[in-house]
Structure formats: structure tokens, C-alpha cells
């Protein structure tokens, strides 16, 4: 059998750097990826893992989130706690700071740990390879996008949707340039959102114009600053999407730094946080049942679990729109 020597000097590094990149220590991606392609070539396995070999599967799951600020993924980890919980299980929150190396850590550790699920929501634009978590017999259950090759069971929320009913909604407000904020890029979520917020516009008979879009983070500082920047442009929106509820505060912040009150913009956001509705003045949301979907999570784990050969299964939520004075918009 391999030994940590032996990869260390198939990968021309310390045995010290083999060490770190199997404990979970901070090691150049370079480096990292040196390591790793010497260790699979060598069939190599850390010694933690090969202590659990022969040990019973735990009964931990494993929660691998990309950002734990989120009020969404705090109700979805609430939603899937509740379900596991009642089934003996115990959860492991993982929050990956949508970094895709800490999330393939916290992969590698659920299967380290042999952990007896995974459920896992991925960092933005990450390739997520599962292969290796589903090949040994760990049951796992993707949010928002299945990665491809695997019989793995999705839940998540119909984004297009959502994002075409809030705009529609501005639209029959009133209002005609609705900006968006979009998140990242390669962000799925934001893709979907940015393309209901797109259909809406042209079912009304209005062109999208890419210079009400404000691609971001999806964190308060991004809606914020992007809001920031549509307001000081020549020809400003007079309303505005945010795509998640932390893009939302960011935006209403923006406009009350600039003495401008909603509905005079206005404003609607996405929303799985219950604390939105405190916001003054009070906010249109499009409402995600996120403690829904993380229970509707975990009990496709479970269900995994009982049948490991059953076929993939996807449950998508709908989202529901509550309107309310950040858009109703005065009259003239």
C-alpha cells in the first residue's frame, strides 16, 4: 500500500504539504492538484480514511452550503435538520463560502468520515464531481443543479418563474425600466432569474436593455454598489429586481442613501427570510419556501438511503409573489 512518502515524492513536494492537503490545511492549488493526481495514480489512502474502512456508516449528514449569511439557506438548513433529526440523523453544517476548493473538501471529508448522506448545494459555477461520494455509496441530493453522470436526486425552486411573476407584477405597477440585479454570472440561480425577468419584458412588448442589468454577488455589499451604479447613470431605472433577499437590503439601502423612498423606485426582491417583511417601507417579496425544500431534501436522502438503485427524482417548489408598498406604485 502507498505510503504518504510515496506521493510526496511521486508529486516532488514535502511529505509535510501531502499531509495538509488530506487534513484539510491551506496548501497552493498547484500543488494541491500535484498531490492529488500522484495520490490517485498511487491509489493512495490517508490513514483517517483507512481507519474507517472497515467501520459502520455513520449516521452524519452532511449540509454543504455556499454562503451561511444567506437567510435562505439558513430556513434550508432549519427544513432539513427537522426531517433528519426525527429519522436519527445528525447534521453537519458545511458553509463553503461559495469557494469551489472548500467545498471539495467538505466533500472529501463526508466521505472520509463515511458519512451516510450529503446534501449539497453548489458554489457558483463549480463542476462538482460526486463521483466519487456516489460510487461509494454515500446518498446524495443536490440543490438547484444535478451534476451530470449520476443518478442523483435535485430539489430546488422554480427561479424563472419567480423572477418572470415579480416583473410582471412592476409591469403592471406602472413601471417600465425595472433593473435587475442578477448575481454572478456563472451563478445557475441567476441565469434562470435573469431569463423570467428577460420574458416578462418582452411578453410586454418591452426590449431588455443589458444596462439595467447589474451582475453581483449575491451578498448585501453587491446590491448595494449596484444599485449605487444605476442610480448615478444618465437614464436610471424606476424600478428595480433584486434576485436574492441580501441584494434586496442592499438595494434598499442604496436608495435611502440617496433620499429616494420606495415606491418612488420600485422595488421587489427575492425572499426566504421572515424578517423581510420588517423592512419599512414594507417590501414586495417573491417568497421561497426554503425550510420546505430542505425538508423535501432529506427525506429524498432518506428515501435514497432505503432504495440505492431507485431512479432519480426532482422536486421543484414554486415561489409566491407578495406584493406590498415598495411597489404599488403613486399615482400620477
Known amino acids: 500500500m502507498a505510503t504518504i512518502y510515496d506521493v510526496a515524492r511521486l508529486a516532488g513536494v514535502a511529505p509535510s504539504t501531502v499531509s495538509r492537503v488530506f487534513n484539510g490545511g491551506s496548501v497552493a492549488a498547484e500543488r494541491e492538484a500535484l498531490v492529488r493526481a500522484a495520490a490517485e495514480e498511487l491509489k493512495f489512502v490517508p490513514d483517517r480514511i483507512a481507519r474507517r474502512l472497515n467501520r459502520k456508516r455513520s449516521d452524519l449528514v ?183 433577499s441580501l441584494l434586496g437590503v442592499g438595494a434598499m439601502e442604496a436608495l435611502l442613501d440617496a433620499d429616494i423612498r420606495p415606491p418612488d423606485i420600485g422595488l421587489v426582491s ?8 420588517l423592512i419599512r417601507p414594507p417590501l414586495t417579496t417573491v417568497w421561497q419556501p426554503a425550510a420546505e425544500l430542505g425538508q423535501a431534501a432529506a427525506k429524498l436522502l432518506i428515501r435514497r438511503q432505503q432504495e440505492p438503485t431507485a431512479a432519480e427524482q426532482s422536486i421543484i417548489l414554486e415561489t409566491t409573489l407578495f406584493p406590498n408598498q415598495s411597489s404599488a406604485r403613486p399615482a400620477p
Open 62 to 244: 452532511a449540509l454543504i452550503i455556499p454562503d451561511i449569511q444567506n437567510p435562505f439557506f439558513t430556513s434550508l438548513a432549519r427544513g432539513v435538520e427537522d426531517v433528519a433529526q426525527d429519522a436519527g440523523l445528525s447534521l453537519v453544517l458545511c458553509n463553503a463560502d461559495d469557494d469551489e476548493r472548500k467545498q471539495d473538501r467538505y466533500i472529501e471529508a463526508a466521505k472520509a468520515e463515511r458519512m451516510t448522506g450529503a446534501i449539497i448545494s453548489p458554489a457558483s459555477g463549480s463542476k462538482l464531481d460526486l463521483s466519487h461520494l456516489v460510487g461509494g455509496g454515500t446518498a446524495v441530493v443536490a440543490i438547484d443543479r444535478r451534476p451530470t453522470g449520476h443518478p442523483i436526486d435535485l430539489v430546488g425552486i422554480d427561479d424563472e418563474r419567480g423572477a418572470e411573476t415579480a416583473t410582471a407584477h412592476l409591469l403592471e405597477q406602472g413601471y417600465r425600466r425595472i433593473a435587475c440585479l442578477a448575481g454572478p454570472r456563472n451563478a445557475l440561480t441567476a441565469r434562470r432569474r435573469l431569463r423570467g425577468y428577460r420574458r416578462a419584458l418582452r411578453t410586454a412588448g418591452i426590449e431588455p436593455d443589458r444596462r439595467l442589468v447589474q451582475h453581483t454577488n449575491y451578498r448585501e455589499d453587491g446590491g448595494l454598489a449596484a444599485m449605487a451604479d444605476l442610480l448615478r447613470s444618465n437614464d436610471p431605472p424606476d424600478a428595480v429586481l433584486a434576485t436574492n
Open 270 to 277: 427575492f425572499s426566504g427570510a421572515s424578517w423581510s417583511r
